[in-house]
Nanobody
């Protein structure tokens, strides 16, 4: 069983920054792909950024150049540094974990989810 806990959300003005953190309770954390998704009201959950077990990193086009994902296997955490935030980044942000040996941005391929943290960007 994998437990994921997100933190770091909040209210920020457009152009500001936030740093989200995803803490995992699992023995083999380094084996997992950890991915950030977000979901705005009345919208589908969408991929934001991911870091695989081999440190390969992926970003959605909408956040490239603004968001940076990183992992610390010793601390069993994955961080998402979000800069130059825009009102359209407003959403609940979730981290998810997968052991699958292929990369996917489809939320249905992730087995474990955190409860989410709210990010609100005011204009």
């Amino acid at each position: 069983q994998v437990e994921l806990v997100e933190s770091g959300g909040g209210l920020v003005q457009a152009g500001g920054s936030l740093r989200l953190s995803c803490a995992a309770s699992v023995h083999t954390f380094s084996d997992y792909t950890i991915t950030w998704f977000r979901q705005a009201p009345a919208k589908e959950r969408e991929f934001v950024a991911a870091v695989r077990w081999n440190s390969n990193i992926y970003y959605a086009d909408s956040v490239k150049g603004r968001f940076t994902i990183s992992r610390d296997n010793a601390k069993k955490t994955v961080s998402l540094q979000m800069n130059s935030l825009k009102p359209e980044d407003t959403a609940a942000y979730y981290c998810a974990a997968s052991l699958r040996d292929y990369w996917s941005s489809d939320p249905l391929t992730y087995d474990y989810w955190g409860q989410g943290t709210q990010v609100t960007v005011s204009s």
